[in-house]
């Protein structure tokens, strides 16, 4: 069970604009520690989408950002496209657990 | 370019030991922290354990604590996940990913990622 809460599933159509939450508490992103947003196509390896919040790794397109406000994340896509149906997941830090954890994940569904 | 090759998984009872090893290159192997993680079937991403960039400090997730054992050769750029005790729920992809950073100062992302080796705990 994660302490970082996502919804399942967000959908939308394409060129439309979807945002993805990451709700956590004070021991993890309201204490400060970073939020990393990460995408997970079925049979390929996590990617790395988002780091630091709101910094984006080289090759990301710029469609993706991330931003962080109190005990919450969260991660938009904007001019939404077929390529985008993925997974989504949200990572942190916790002080409480002393580990990292990451998000329940949310499923992205281009219309 | 980086690569992340992990190996070892396979079936496995309740209660016996698998080891996990994950072959780095493409960078310098002894300057990065690395993460092991896993996906259980039909299951989110779930961080499994860390350990820095010289093998000194090693971190786990609670359900793993005391079960697995998370360890380094930076001769050979190697990463190793030895696992005892396995249980059913042990069943994962189990992804190596390098750190964003050397230390573990500063919790940073997780930024390439292995393929997987798959681990099935049954009887």
């Known amino acids: 069970q994660s302490v970082l809460t996502q919804p399942p599933s967000v959908s939308g159509a394409p060129g439309q604009r979807v945002t993805i939450s990451c709700t956590g508490s004070?021991?993890?992103?309201?204490?400060?520690?970073?939020v990393h947003w990460y995408q997970h196509l079925p049979g390929t390896v996590p990617k790395l989408l988002i780091s630091?919040?709101?910094n984006r790794p080289s090759g990301v397109p710029d469609r993706f950002s991330g931003s962080r406000s109190g005990t919450s994340a969260s991660l938009a896509i904007t001019g939404l496209q077929a390529e985008d149906e993925a997974d989504y997941y949200c990572q942190s830090y916790d002080s409480s657990l002393s580990g990292y954890v990451f998000g329940t994940g949310t499923q992205v569904t281009v219309l | 370019q980086v690569q992340l090759v992990e190996s070892g998984g396979g079936v496995v009872q309740p209660g016996r030991s698998l080891r996990l090893s994950c072959a780095a290159s493409?960078?310098?192997?002894?300057?990065?922290?690395i993460h092991w993680v896993r996906q259980a079937p039909g299951k989110g991403l779930e961080w499994v354990a860390v350990?820095?960039?010289?093998?000194?400090?090693?971190y786990y997730a609670d359900s793993v604590k005391g079960r697995f054992t998370i360890s380094r050769d930076n001769s050979k750029n190697t990463l190793y996940l030895q696992m005892n005790s396995l249980r059913g729920e042990d069943t994962a992809l189990y992804y190596c990913?390098?750190?964003?950073?050397?230390?573990?100062?500063?919790?940073?992302?997780?930024?390439?990622w292995g393929q997987g080796t798959l681990v099935t705990v049954a009887s």
């Open positions: 004070t021991s993890n992103i309201g204490a400060g520690f970073h």
């Open positions: 990913a390098r750190d964003h950073s050397s230390s573990l100062v500063v919790p940073a992302a997780m930024d390439y």
């Open positions: 350990i820095s960039f010289d093998g000194n400090k090693q």
């Open positions: 493409g960078f310098t192997f002894n300057s990065y922290a």
């Open positions: 630091d919040n709101t």
